[in-house]
């Protein structure tokens, strides 16, 4: 079965760099570096990371939720969630036959785990869904209301982990980038592109611990590891307190480890080979089952807010549903379960790639009423002069469009049309479209290490230049976001107040589509993964205060928490505004740290009332 993009939140961990606090980047008092002498194992070769944020970003998080509570949902994002979700496709199968034959897959047996050693997350509170779910095994059907197509499956974490050091020795040792730390601690193998550097004189077979290097601030500004793919770890120390020189990178894995397993290559081979496994991870900090290819059409892994979401649109049969930023599908195929494929599933995205990762999760979940589009969601609502989608499709085969036929938002730089810091110049023009952050940083690593492989998959898909107004019934828009709730993510440190507001104009844009797109008695769901108020509250500020035949809906499972009352003003005088007393229970707010134990996740439903605009 397919995994659905999940999401992922951080740490920049102490090292010589963050100890240099005259720069400004971190509020977080940095933890000394490791004594030599008398530094105890269990310390070094542990797995404690540390959330730090950019200062103006932690005094805005701080004055939302409190000191006592930030710091929680901090050390939460850290881990991940202890427990797999899984979605069953009950068109296909029923939650008991699932659990059965999971049973026989991976078993009923309790995986070993210190489970109490985690505070972060908070331990499931008596009478809870998941502690109410825990009573009928380690594999069990959710019992919350109306959710009985879940199916919970228990892991355990943080696990000590004996790295073998009695004998004095170092072990050998591999590290890996974040991106591939933070896959492992979902349950993932280490594969061969995510190996940065490893111990001199690694060989096939050998038993190898692995930690994982964080992005440092480097003398131009910028972030990067400070590691050379193909370095060779000594893993020795001189003897010197603080004093690394056989291995500079010792004191930055401190506290860094996320496993041990076996090499399944020399250290010559995982620097020689560009694909494959480089380490079998058969003990992990976190133990978590793995559903790769796991009884694909029936089941889909998915996060528990996810699924709430698309049940919160409350989606009947016959219906006209869009889903706005629809890849890679989870919500998409949830929403056509529920309306039990009957009626039609309207899915866009802008990416030709991610559609096809859409239609091919629904094919798999033998799901026919889903129709796909490429279609930037800030073009949703077809112009007066153009033909919309139900004129003749345009089909794209071609992969990677030229330069003019990108939108906006693809990020790429052609003679005419090329997005720079915010800006883009389209023949010679300045134009004002809001270009995210996260989008120049990937253009950037796009033009400096190539196209890369997403850009070579083939497929028919069509395109659309919108849809009328009042064409839907409910709209989902699960809007691209800072992402500041998912987890378990090691690195928060290019996110900026300019940035956050920046995603939440982006934000502000989408929605303004989808509200044309609904007609007058329907609903719109919006929804994030991120903890970023002025991209949830404030998003339901501005809604409320600029549409007035909009009201917030009660949500059906309500799971989630409250959201936030209040207001914060920036230091350049711009006030934010969020909710308004008794609005918050309208809201559902999902806490990492909270017994649920879920990613950061936000939940809104709108009523659609008569517009005599439209």
Partial sequence: MRRASGFVLSTIRTTSFARRRSNGNFCSTPLPLPQMDHQSDSERYDFNPILRWNPEVERYFIHAYGADHFSRISAAL???SRYSCIRVNSLKTTSDAVIEKLQGIIGETE??????????GGKASAGSPLEESWKDGRITKCKIPGLDYVVFVKGSGPCAIDYGCASGAPPKEVIVSR???EAVLRGAQVYVPGVLACSAHVEKGDTVAVSVALEQRMADGGWATGITRGTVLQGLQTGKKDIFCSDPHYSERRGLYIGQGKAMLSRAGLFRVTEGIAVDMNNRVFKLPSFHDV??????LQNLPSIVAAHALDPKKGERILDMCAAPGGKT????????DEGEVVA??????KVLDIQNLAAEMSLTCITTYKLDALKSVSRANESIDSGVPQISNSVTPTEKQMSVHDGLCGDKNCVGNGNVFRDGKIDNSYVSQAHIRKNKRRMKNGPGKN???GGRVENSKGFSPCSFDRVLLDAPCSALGLRPRLFAGEDTIESLRNDATYQRKMFDQAVKLVRPGGVIVYSTCTLNPGENEALVRYALDTYKFLSLAPQHPRIGGPGLVGRYEFPDGYIEEWLKPGEEEYVQR???SAPLDTIGFFIAKFSVGSNSNV
Wanted: with cysteine; charged share 30%.
């Fill in 333 to 340: 195929t949830a929403i056509a379960n529920l309306m039990e």
């Fill in 348 to 353: 866009v995205d802008r990416s030709h790639n």
């Fill in 295 to 300: 009884l694909e059409g029936e089941i889909f």
């Fill in 111 to 120: 995986i070993e785990g210190d489970q109490d050693k985690v505070e972060c």
């Fill in 179 to 181: 991106k591939c730390a």
């Fill in 455 to 457: 850009h070579s998959v």
């Fill in 78 to 80: 850290t881990y991940p």
């Fill in 590 to 592: 999902f806490d990492p």
